[in-house]
């Protein structure tokens, strides 16, 4: 019911829009993010214009917004709170030059190694991010500042904007696309706001968004191994963040516009704009897949989305900071919402008993982690997990195939990889002491994957050497081949036919 889906080839007047509804609902979020990490909330704005700006002209994926972020804020944090915003700022800046090397290493291919059912519990878990992100919006502070959750006339007011909000959104394309309904509904709620003297939060009840141009400024630490020591950790993992949500974000975005984005191209376009950021005091950023969903759903899938996004952000800080702070935060409580409800993919429910458990089981476990820990971790763990699952099921897929042909040889048609998670069920195929005193191993349909698989061939020979029999290998694949030769001393020697290794290889065609 709330599929997002838009293939249709980007235009200025969508794009233009687009980033116009964009850059209102990054305004709460840049500054949201910005007091999670510990820093000025212009800081979380700069970040989200420079981002945005220099990812939109030169990154991979058009149509995608990047700015400050949530999941590089709770890494910030600590950092910020013991070394203090300028050695965050070099830690953004060495951020970025991580990325640019990942770019030109073209590392961005790596990321077709991520399982689909780790893209779904990724999806699913960034939605349920966002809207525990939301949630903030529904409490108030009391007289000592802790925010309390809403009761009351306060409580159904905001529930009642948000929901208007999310029906505005969802009706109005049913009666026109000349605007999108995200902006249309922003508006709305905002003049019924100001025009009946509604008691609502409003963006100005967060912080003050007024500002000037960010200064070009060099991070004032130490030039010293002590802070390179001090920033280099959370630089890479700040990196790595950055560029797994981004590449994953681009490839989302990719199956809704049925494009394809260039993944190199965007690192490198992520590492520039925080090399930039850094060094005019913004905190660095990433791809965001909320303000992203919003951007292709209202039609922005062209550069000028971005580029619009970010030009009227800075619009914004710099001249109509007094007007956005009148928005309220329920009208882009109900954008994001929206957003859920069109990010969360619904159908995993309908597979859940018609895919393999496993894979139900990294999407779950996928979607958990991320809400209860980071982006990055959730997606290492669903890959690790991916692939523990795929060598368990390929090493029982391992048997032979035996006969023995006219010269009196038993031979064995081997049928599976043989890898380190096979070598138990490949052992117990053989039966060296009942067999005859020649053995064929047929690999014909077979593959050596790693070194266990050498090592499994050098102790079965082994086992056949000591009950005085010859073991012959044939039909190795030329991959095999070169592993047996580059295995060189590891594969003992001079024990049958062939000087080289310790059992024989025939070679055959």
Not at 197 to 226: H, K
Not at 420 to 434: A, C, E, K, T, V
Not at 480 to 497: F, H, M, P, Q, S
Request: hydrophobic share 50%; proline share 4%.
């Amino acid at each position: 019911m709330f599929e997002i889906s838009s293939k249709k080839p980007g235009n200025i007047k969508n794009d233009v829009l687009s980033g116009l509804t964009v850059a209102l609902a990054l305004v709460p979020e840049a500054v949201a993010f910005a007091f999670v990490a510990g820093v000025h909330p212009l800081s979380g704005l700069y970040a989200a214009f420079m981002v945005g700006m220099i990812t939109a002209c030169i990154g991979g994926r058009p149509g995608m917004i990047s700015g400050a972020t949530g999941a590089l804020a709770v890494v910030m944090v600590s950092l910020v709170a013991d070394h203090g915003v300028q050695y965050l700022f070099a830690a953004v800046v060495l951020m970025g030059v991580i990325q640019i090397g990942a770019g030109l290493l073209k590392l961005g291919k790596f990321i077709r190694l991520v399982p689909y059912p780790v893209m779904l519990g990724f999806v699913n878990g960034l939605a349920l991010v966002i809207f525990l992100s939301q949630l903030q919006s529904f409490k108030l502070p009391d007289a000592n500042g802790t925010l309390e959750w809403m009761q009351g006339n306060a409580l159904w007011l905001m529930l009642g904007l948000v929901a208007l909000t999310m029906a505005i959104i969802h009706f109005l394309p049913k009666l026109t696309r000349a605007i999108p309904s995200s902006l249309a509904a922003i508006i709305v709620i905002t003049a019924l706001v100001l025009g009946f003297g509604l008691d609502t939060r409003t963006v100005g009840d967060i912080a003050s968004i007024g500002g000037g141009l960010p200064d070009f400024s060099i991070p004032m630490v130490p030039f010293t191994w002590e802070t390179l020591m001090i920033i280099l950790p959370y630089s890479i993992i700040l990196a790595a963040i950055g560029l797994i949500e981004s590449l994953l974000t681009l490839r989302l975005i990719d199956e809704i516009t049925d494009t394809r984005g260039r993944g190199n191209k965007e690192c490198i376009g992520q590492g520039v704009a925080n090399t930039v950021t850094g060094c005019f005091g913004g905190m660095g950023g990433c791809a965001m897949i909320g303000q992203s969903m919003i951007n292709v759903n209202s039609g922005g899938t062209g550069r000028l989305s971005g580029i619009s996004a970010a030009s009227f952000l800075l619009i914004f800080i710099l001249f109509a900071s007094s007007l956005i702070e009148m928005i309220p935060l329920a009208a882009l409580v109900g954008v994001m919402f929206i957003v859920v409800l069109g990010t969360f993919e619904w159908a995993s429910f309908r597979l859940l008993g018609r895919i393999p458990p496993a894979d139900a089981f990294i999407g779950i476990l996928v979607a958990v982690v991320t809400v209860f820990t980071d982006l990055a971790i959730a997606v290492v763990v669903g890959i690790l997990v991916s692939a523990v699952v795929f060598a368990w099921e390929h090493a029982k897929h391992i048997m032979a195939e035996t006969h023995t042909d006219e010269h009196g040889s038993k031979i064995y048609e081997l049928h599976g990889p043989l890898f380190f998670g096979s070598i138990h069920n490949f052992q117990q195929l053989f039966d060296p002491y009942n067999d005859p005193d020649d053995v064929i191993i047929d690999f014909q349909h077979s593959r050596v994957s790693d070194h266990s698989g050498l090592e499994a061939i050098d102790s079965l020979a082994e086992r056949y050497l000591k009950a005085g029999k010859k073991l012959h290998l044939r039909h190795l694949s030329p991959e095999c081949r070169n592993l047996l030769e580059k295995a060189g001393d590891l594969v003992e020697v001079n024990v049958i036919e062939d000087p080289r290794y310790f059992v024989a290889d025939d070679r055959l065609a």
